[in-house]
């Protein structure tokens, strides 16, 4: 192996660590709480709340342990499941053919021992398709008789987000394939991604949106004869048009955005998104029998019928050609016009696909090789603590700032006070950073030699930096030290607040982490109009309008302050009047002070933030069940499981009366959600969170449900009947579609067979449309489902 390839393998992965089994389901626990929750916010909100190479390490960690104790391993575990359902209000369709993720290697060795592996199961030599890893966000184009009727996000492999309406803006994707002889129904597999000039150009254009809203705030205050406040005119512009942090999430909220819902600038930001996207196509799902014989006479086919392929990809006949190859581009990776992390390697030949088979979430025939992240040099400043929503105590490092892999990071989580202390650093230190083109980097230790004496140890402390509480661990094992004052400290209130209206819980844009904190932590009043979430839905403007906030420096989080040196202090929910007498602005200063004429009459009203706020808690009262499950912030309770629970219970009741084993047999949730959903139940702050919210007109329940188990209400328009969704249907929402027919006394069922009595499917129908018409089902498009739900069986004629 060539020293160039030893380089860029970095630190070779050595094998698990035997461990106990209660120290395994201990930490298995802590592993799938952070995977599922990095996993439902990239597909669910766009952002990465951990680098590729974190995350790339819980899983592989996770795999080890399960590996060690099998037992381990269930359905729910992340080891088993594909990506993660979005957490938007996209309506959703099956894929024909389920997307696959692809399993990793790290090392030169094990890509080498894997082709081994490969070829020994094989029986022969084989051809290996060699192409760039695309560092973006996986689609899937669904051509009939060549002409796209749809296009959906990679979701849980099984059902993703339909994006139709954004992939007919891009002008390189083709509504109709060229040339002839297409099959009846193709899926076409790539990458969605925008090119590094392109993602330049895009924050380019955000700044000069920003300006153009502080512009367009400041003339409508002119226009109003009212004072200007540039600095939260300026806030508030950041906020509309952030700069993107990396190109990956910037095309994957891009391709998912609801741009009809947008006006102004915002739509002109959004259609600028959209042109920045770039497609290459990387395979395909359903095709019936392909005419090629190999993946690499695919691309040849898709490129000949005006699909974009990669102009990147080599056919070649041996491991040291693949490896020589990896090389290459790791040297190169900068050189290329899109975000890579890595090469994936496939069996070209189709017929050994099958052979070789699948697991339950990636082929046998086709693996990642992924590039070690990029290192960098710079100094750390400072180890702070960080409290969350769960009470997790973090230490993180505070850097000078430095540029690495596309983007200027002055912060890194260190994990634990354990990590921290194996990364041998010190305060002071010049540290080696890395980062693999996302937002959060890894301290991964120190320069030793450049220590000049002035370095101090970092201490863990041994009380809560908020609230002042004794840290502990919560559970005998336990790495993590939290702050058991889960009811009360501000921090873990503020952090569940702001879960609160994040977008996989309530979506409520006016309640974010600075909305959060003000109304958790002000500076004024003395106390926070919110000690708990119990209260949330109580505020009233009076509550909001006093409400004072110290400004904070948008990079370093310090206090600002003015000349004095004081902290500036700011009222969000306050707005101020300046009426004028009549003839004041004519009369000259003589003829006013000769009046007695007071400058003006100061008059304070809430402003249109808290009016907002009020608004949308109000709306929010009647989300779906599953929303509010998820607002509960009950530990593992994501939209996945949430949504399982909402569907199978239809109210908040029937889950809390539920026993474990009838919670743990929801499909989609398990043994591990349903203790949490016990226990979680079981403490009295959080009943009454609850009771409070009920009080103030919360609906917990999905209107029309029939209870547990979703059992046909009798006397309904579709009592007795058995009805199956699949694809899109208009005016409907995938859930909303289900609830339609329960509410209608309906089973909503999951698969079609002969006992089925009806089939719903509008674009983007999989299989499940193919199984209905094979056995003589009725089909009915969003027209005569609609009338089905309302009127019944005798509407349709």
Same mark, same amino acid.
């Given at each position: 192996?060539?020293?160039?390839?030893?380089?860029?393998?970095?630190?070779?992965?050595?094998?698990?660590?035997?461990?106990?089994?209660?120290?395994?389901?201990?930490?298995?626990?802590?592993?799938?709480?952070?995977?599922?929750?990095?996993?439902?916010?990239?597909?669910?909100?766009?952002?990465?709340?951990?680098?590729? *190479?974190?995350?790339?390490?819980?899983?592989?960690?996770?795999?080890?342990?399960?590996?060690?104790?099998?037992?381990?391993?269930?359905?729910?575990?992340?080891?088993?499941?594909?990506?993660?359902?979005?957490?938007?209000?996209?309506?959703?369709?099956?894929?024909?053919?389920?997307?696959?993720?692809?399993?990793?290697?790290?090392?030169?060795?094990?890509?080498?021992?894997?082709?081994?592996?490969?070829?020994?199961?094989?029986?022969?030599?084989?051809?290996?398709?060699?192409?760039?890893?695309?560092?973006?966000?996986?689609?899937?184009?669904?051509?009939?008789?060549?002409?796209?009727?749809?296009?959906?996000?990679?979701?849980?492999?099984?059902?993703?987000?339909?994006?139709?309406?954004?992939?007919?803006?891009?002008?390189?994707?083709?509504?109709?394939?060229?040339?002839?002889?297409?099959?009846?129904?193709?899926?076409?597999?790539?990458?969605?991604?925008?090119?590094?000039?392109?993602?330049?150009?895009?924050?380019?254009?955000?700044?000069?949106?920003?300006?153009?809203?502080?512009?367009?705030?400041?003339?409508?205050?002119?226009?109003?004869?009212?004072?200007?406040?540039?600095?939260?005119?300026?806030?508030?512009?950041?906020?509309?048009?952030?700069?993107?942090?990396?190109?990956?999430?910037?095309?994957?909220?891009?391709?998912?955005?609801?741009?009809?819902?947008?006006?102004?600038?915002?739509?002109?930001?959004?259609?600028?998104?959209?042109?920045?996207?770039?497609?290459?196509?990387?395979?395909?799902?359903?095709?019936?029998?392909?005419?090629?014989?190999?993946?690499?006479?695919?691309?040849?086919?898709?490129?000949?019928?005006?699909?974009?392929?990669?102009?990147?990809?080599?056919?070649?006949?041996?491991?040291?050609?693949?490896?020589?190859?990896?090389?290459?581009?790791?040297?190169?990776?900068?050189?290329?016009?899109?975000?890579?992390?890595?090469?994936?390697?496939?069996?070209?030949?189709?017929?050994?696909?099958?052979?070789?088979?699948?697991?339950?979430?990636?082929?046998?025939?086709?693996?990642?090789?992924?590039?070690?992240?990029?290192?960098?040099?710079?100094?750390?400043?400072?180890?702070?603590?960080?409290?969350?929503?769960?009470?997790?105590?973090?230490?993180?490092?505070?850097?000078?700032?430095?540029?690495?892999?596309?983007?200027?990071?002055?912060?890194?989580?260190?994990?634990?006070?354990?990590?921290?202390?194996?990364?041998?650093?010190?305060?002071?230190?010049?540290?080696?950073?890395?980062?693999?083109?996302?937002?959060?980097?890894?301290?991964?230790?120190?320069?030793?030699?450049?220590?000049?004496?002035?370095?101090?140890?970092?201490?863990?402390? *041994?009380?809560?930096?908020?609230?002042?509480?004794?840290?502990?661990?919560?559970?005998?094992?336990?790495?993590?030290?939290?702050?058991?004052?889960?009811?009360?400290?501000?921090?873990?209130?503020?952090?569940?607040?702001?879960?609160?209206?994040?977008?996989?819980?309530?979506?409520?844009?006016?309640?974010?982490?600075?909305?959060?904190?003000?109304?958790?932590?002000?500076?004024?009043?003395?106390?926070?109009?919110?000690?708990?979430?119990?209260?949330?839905?109580?505020?009233?403007?009076?509550?909001?309008?006093?409400?004072?906030?110290?400004?904070?420096?948008?990079?370093?989080?310090?206090?600002?302050?003015?000349?004095?040196?004081?902290?500036?202090?700011?009222?969000?929910?306050?707005?101020?009047?300046?009426?004028?007498?009549?003839?004041?602005?004519?009369?000259?200063?003589?003829?006013?002070?000769?009046?007695?004429?007071?400058?003006?009459?100061?008059?304070?009203?809430?402003?249109?933030?808290?009016?907002?706020?009020?608004?949308?808690?109000?709306?929010?009262?009647?989300?779906?069940?599953?929303?509010?499950?998820?607002?509960?912030?009950?530990?593992?309770?994501?939209?996945?499981?949430?949504?399982?629970? *909402?569907?199978?219970?239809?109210?908040?009741?029937?889950?809390?009366?539920?026993?474990?084993?009838?919670?743990?047999?929801?499909?989609?949730?398990?043994?591990?959600?349903?203790?949490?959903?016990?226990?979680?139940?079981?403490?009295?702050?959080?009943?009454?969170?609850?009771?409070?919210?009920?009080?103030?007109?919360?609906?917990? *329940?999905?209107?029309?449900?029939?209870?547990?188990?979703?059992?046909?209400?009798?006397?309904?328009?579709?009592?007795?009947?058995?009805?199956?969704?699949?694809?899109?249907?208009?005016?409907?929402?995938?859930?909303?579609?289900?609830?339609?027919?329960?509410?209608?006394?309906?089973?909503?069922?999951?698969?079609?067979?002969?006992?089925?009595?009806?089939?719903?499917?509008?674009?983007?129908?999989?299989?499940?449309?193919?199984?209905?018409?094979?056995?003589?089902?009725?089909?009915?498009?969003?027209?005569?489902?609609?009338?089905?739900?309302?009127?019944?069986?005798?509407?349709?004629?």
């Amino acid at each position: 192996m060539s020293p160039g390839l030893r380089k860029l393998a970095g630190v070779a992965h050595t094998g698990p660590e035997p461990v106990t089994f209660h120290q395994a389901r201990e930490e298995a626990l802590a592993l799938a709480e952070r995977i599922n929750a990095a996993r439902e916010a990239y597909y669910g909100q766009d952002t990465s709340p951990v680098d590729d *190479a974190t995350f790339d390490g819980w899983m592989r960690r996770l795999e080890d342990l399960e590996r060690q104790h099998p037992e381990l391993q269930s359905q729910d575990s992340p080891t088993q499941r594909v990506g993660a359902p979005g957490a938007t209000d996209l309506p959703t369709t099956e894929h024909a053919e389920r997307m696959l993720s692809l399993d990793n290697v790290f090392s030169p060795e094990e890509l080498q021992e894997w082709c081994a592996k490969t070829e020994a199961a094989a029986g022969r030599p084989v051809a290996w398709l060699t192409e760039l890893k695309i560092d973006g966000a996986a689609v899937s184009l669904r051509y009939e008789h060549g002409v796209l009727t749809s296009a959906a996000t990679r979701g849980d492999g099984h059902t993703g987000e339909l994006v139709t309406s954004n992939v007919r803006r891009l002008d390189f994707i083709p509504e109709r394939l060229a040339g002839e002889g297409h099959p009846p129904i193709v899926e076409v597999r790539g990458e969605v991604f925008i090119a590094v000039a392109a993602f330049e150009e895009l924050n380019a254009l955000q700044a000069r949106l920003r300006d153009r809203a502080v512009e367009e705030a400041r003339e409508r205050a002119e226009a109003r004869r009212r004072p200007f406040d540039e600095e939260r005119a300026r806030e508030s512009a950041a906020r509309r048009f952030p700069a993107f942090a990396n190109p990956r999430n910037a095309a994957s909220g891009g391709l998912r955005q609801l741009l009809e819902k947008k006006t102004g600038l915002e739509h002109e930001a959004g259609v600028a998104r959209l042109q920045s996207l770039s497609f290459y196509a990387h395979g395909f799902g359903a095709w019936g029998d392909p005419p090629v014989a190999a993946q690499s006479e695919v691309y040849d086919l898709l490129a000949g019928w005006g699909v974009p392929v990669s102009p990147r990809t080599r056919v070649l006949h041996d491991v040291e050609q693949v490896l020589a190859f990896v090389e290459q581009y790791g040297r190169e990776r900068h050189d290329v016009e899109h975000e890579l992390d890595g090469v994936v390697v496939k069996v070209d030949e189709f017929a050994l696909h099958s052979e070789l088979g699948q697991t339950s979430r990636a082929p046998r025939w086709a693996i990642a090789y992924k590039y070690p992240p990029e290192e960098v040099h710079t100094r750390l400043l400072d180890i702070r603590i960080g409290v969350g929503r769960t009470g997790r105590a973090t230490p993180y490092a505070v850097m000078e700032p430095v540029h690495v892999a596309g983007s200027t990071v002055r912060q890194a989580t260190l994990h634990n006070q354990e990590i921290v202390e194996a990364k041998g650093v010190l305060i002071g230190d010049t540290v080696v950073l890395r980062k693999a083109g996302d937002v959060i980097p890894e301290v991964l230790g120190p320069v030793a030699e450049r220590r000049d004496g002035s370095e101090r140890p970092f201490v863990m402390p *041994a009380e809560c930096p908020e609230c002042g509480t004794p840290l502990r661990p919560m559970k005998e094992g336990d790495i993590d030290l939290r702050c058991p004052n889960a009811r009360s400290c501000p921090a873990q209130v503020r952090g569940r607040v702001e879960h609160i209206g994040s977008r996989g819980a309530l979506d409520i844009d006016a309640l974010g982490e600075v909305t959060a904190a003000a109304l958790t932590q002000p500076a004024a009043p003395a106390e926070p109009p919110l000690t708990t979430e119990a209260g949330l839905f109580d505020l009233e403007l009076d509550q909001l309008v006093p409400i004072e906030v110290i400004v904070r420096d948008n990079e370093t989080g310090e206090p600002r302050v003015d000349d004095d040196g004081e902290p500036v202090r700011r009222r969000p929910f306050q707005r101020v009047e300046l009426t004028y007498p009549p003839g004041y602005e004519s009369a000259t200063p003589a003829e006013r002070r000769k009046a007695g004429v007071r400058k003006n009459v100061r008059k304070v009203h809430p402003s249109s933030q808290a009016v907002t706020l009020l608004d949308e808690l109000q709306k929010a009262k009647t989300k779906d069940l599953w929303r509010l499950l998820v607002a509960l912030n009950i530990r593992h309770v994501g939209p996945v499981a949430a949504r399982a629970l *909402a569907a199978h219970f239809g109210q908040l009741d029937a889950i809390r009366a539920a026993d474990r084993a009838e919670l743990a047999a929801v499909e989609g949730v398990g043994g591990i959600i349903a203790d949490a959903v016990k226990d979680w139940f079981e403490v009295d702050w959080h009943v009454e969170i609850v009771e409070r919210w009920a009080a103030a007109g919360v609906r917990f *329940a999905t209107p029309g449900h029939p209870g547990p188990g979703a059992a046909a209400t009798a006397g309904g328009v579709l009592d007795g009947l058995t009805v199956v969704v699949t694809g899109a249907i208009e005016g409907y929402t995938r859930d909303g579609a289900k609830e339609a027919i329960i509410a209608a006394g309906g089973k909503a069922a999951t698969s079609v067979s002969k006992k089925t009595d009806y089939v719903a499917a509008g674009p983007g129908a999989g299989s499940k449309l193919a199984k209905a018409e094979e056995l003589g089902l009725p089909v009915l498009d969003a027209e005569q489902f609609r009338l089905l739900v309302e009127e019944g069986p005798d509407a349709l004629g």
